[in-house]
């Protein structure tokens, strides 16, 4: 009889690629253009683009294992994939903010900043935020791309993928009608 593979090894496996990804995308749009690095609209496209690959990793593995999988199976293989993602993430944070390019952060505080300052202007709040607080916000942008910072962010980023692993975990189970009575 073959062995099946369990959820955490299929999910190590997923993560590897959801994080190679991650990777790959983060240094193309590096390249490309630096500053959609503090866009949004980025890392919205990026958490759309997980979420489907993860269903569709998710998918491929339960057809693996003869096409049915459990809530709880299903959660274990999406959220040790996203935990494997976001180690490979880390990594390439701080390849990219602390040794690659260190004068990076400063350039997206400060795309980051307009960003902030065209929206509230689109609202008529531009001249809401006083220089001080403008520099306090540049501060705080700079030190989320620092080791701590990225290391902190990437901490939240696991309550917020643990929850999204409840998603993709709705979407990828499926029972066995055949074993109810």
């Known amino acids: 009889m073959e062995e099946k593979e369990s959820a955490v090894k299929a999910g190590v496996n997923a993560g590897l690629i959801l994080g190679i990804v991650s990777a790959i995308f983060t240094f193309l749009i ?13 890392g919205f496209g990026l958490l759309a683009v997980f ?16 096409g049915f999988i459990s809530f ?11 935990v494997v993602m976001i180690l490979i ?7 990219l903010f602390v040794v690659i390019d260190p004068a990076l952060p400063a350039r997206l505080a400060e795309q980051s ?3 902030t300052l065209a929206i509230m ?7 809401a935020l006083s220089d001080e607080q403008i520099d306090e916000m540049r501060d705080g942008i700079i030190e989320g791309y620092t080791v701590f910072g990225i290391f902190k962010a990437n901490l939240i980023s696991i309550i917020f993928y643990s929850i999204l692993s409840l998603i993709v975990a709705g979407i990828v189970k499926k029972k066995d009608k055949s074993l109810e009575y």
Not at 33 to 41: D, F, I, Q, Y
């Open 121 to 127: 202007e689109r609202f008529g709040a531009a001249d």
């Open 51 to 66: 979420t489907v690959l993860a269903v569709i990793l998710g998918i491929r593995y339960r057809k693996s294992i003869g």
């Open 72 to 82: 709880g199976e299903a959660y274990k293989f999406s959220i040790v994939a996203f």
């Open 30 to 42: 590096y390249f490309i253009n630096p500053n959609t690095l503090a866009s949004g609209a980025y």
């Open 89 to 95: 993430g880390f990594v390439t944070s701080i390849l």
């Open 113 to 115: 900043i307009e960003n």
